[in-house]
């Protein structure tokens, strides 16, 4: 069973960047699919960024250009670099793990198990 622990969320200003990270613990997730999520206060969690073992990514139409997501498979880490934030960008941020071998795929349907999240507030 892998453990998932998000870092970096914290309080921004409108256009400032931020870099989230994800660490794995209890096995190598060097072949999984791996994802970003985030829910806003009062909506339902979106799935914003994927990434697969050939590092191919996938990302929400809103989000694309200003969210980059990552993986460091040395240090079994995953990251969300986000540029260019705004308020609307508020939200707890949470990663995910999906199967092996999986193409990058939004969508919680494609993942098992979630961190426990990291909150990002933009102010205006």
């Known amino acids: 069973q892998v453990q998932l622990v998000e870092s970096g969320g914290g309080l921004v200003q409108t256009g400032d960047s931020l870099r989230l990270t994800c660490a794995a613990t209890?096995?190598?997730?060097?072949?999984?699919?791996m994802g970003w999520f985030r829910q806003a206060p009062g909506k339902e969690r979106e799935s914003v960024a994927a990434?697969?073992?050939?590092?191919?990514?996938s990302y929400l139409d809103s989000v694309t250009g200003r969210f980059t997501i990552s993986r460091d498979n040395f240090k079994n880490t995953l990251y969300l670099q986000i540029n260019s934030l705004k308020p609307e960008d508020t939200a707890v941020y949470y990663c995910?793990?999906?199967?092996?071998?999986?193409?990058?795929?939004?969508?919680?349907?494609?993942?098992?198990?979630w961190g426990q999240g990291a909150q990002v507030t933009v102010s205006s």
């Open positions: 209890g096995r190598s997730i060097d072949t999984n699919l």
């Open positions: 990434i697969d073992w050939r590092d191919t990514t």
């Open positions: 995910a793990v999906g199967a092996q071998w999986a193409p990058a795929s939004l969508g919680s349907n494609f993942f098992d198990s």
